[in-house]
T-cell receptor
């Protein structure tokens, strides 16, 4: 069975600070990896995804994530956060297209102006 | 882009009644939909996988007779919470994979969720 761990439950940063949110997964086969964001009062939106190819994936709003297979990690990064990045971030994994997606517990990011 | 809608967005019901939640894919056909529930300050927990024209597949620990899923068309899946109790109060979210413009999508799109409160 697949599982996802997000070690940072609540992160507080000042604007312009750099961000890195950790994500580790557990699954023996080929994985598809995702980061989703949920802004206050809104539904989940896809930030970026990794299926294959370049392990450094660039997403929307300046976010990127790096897939490191040897570490079973898919950490999310942004060089300079903005107040509008305040949201909850979920890492997720699936075993392939159309397959069920397993979510991590989420990381709540609070950016202070 | 692909859009998934849910109706209603919020429902309050009495204990013992049944509640139906609809999930629709608005601009693409969804052969597979998923139903999740999210408790406060927790992550999404997959309840079941809904496949058009066949029986849903439930995750371990989810009562299929309590959470009835019907995926009767390529754009609609429904979740019915039967004989609801206060412990069923939660945020229910659906998502969909499918075909968009004849090409398979590789992303799950999520509905806005339905807040169920059972009194």
């Amino acid at each position: 069975a697949q599982s996802v761990s997000q070690h940072n439950h609540h992160v507080i940063l000042s604007e312009a600070a750099s961000l890195e949110l950790g994500c580790n997964y557990s699954y023996g086969g080929t994985v598809n990896l995702f980061w989703y964001v949920q802004y206050p009062g809104q539904h989940l939106q896809l930030l970026l995804k990794y299926f294959s190819g370049d392990p450094l994936v660039k997403g929307i709003k300046g976010f990127e994530a790096e897939f490191i297979k040897s570490k079973f990690s898919f950490n999310l990064r942004k060089p300079s956060v903005q107040w509008s990045d305040t949201a909850e971030y979920f890492c997720a994994v699936s075993s392939g297209g159309y397959q069920k997606v397993t979510f991590g517990t989420g990381t709540k990011l609070q950016v202070i102006p | 882009g692909a859009v998934v809608s849910q109706h209603p967005s919020r429902v309050i019901c009495k204990s013992g009644t049944s509640v139906k939640i609809e999930c629709r894919s608005l601009d693409f056909q969804a052969t597979t939909m998923f139903w999740y529930r999210q408790f406060p300050k927790q992550s999404l927990m997959l309840m079941a996988t809904s496949n058009e024209g066949s029986k849903a597949t439930y995750e371990q620990g989810v009562e299929k007779d309590k959470f009835l899923i019907n995926h009767a068309s390529l754009t609609l899946s429904t979740l019915t919470v039967t004989s609801a109790h206060p412990e069923d109060s939660s945020f229910y979210i659906c998502s969909a994979w499918g075909n968009s413009g004849g090409r398979s999508t590789d992303t799950q799109y999520f509905g806005p969720g339905t807040r169920l409160t059972v009194l």
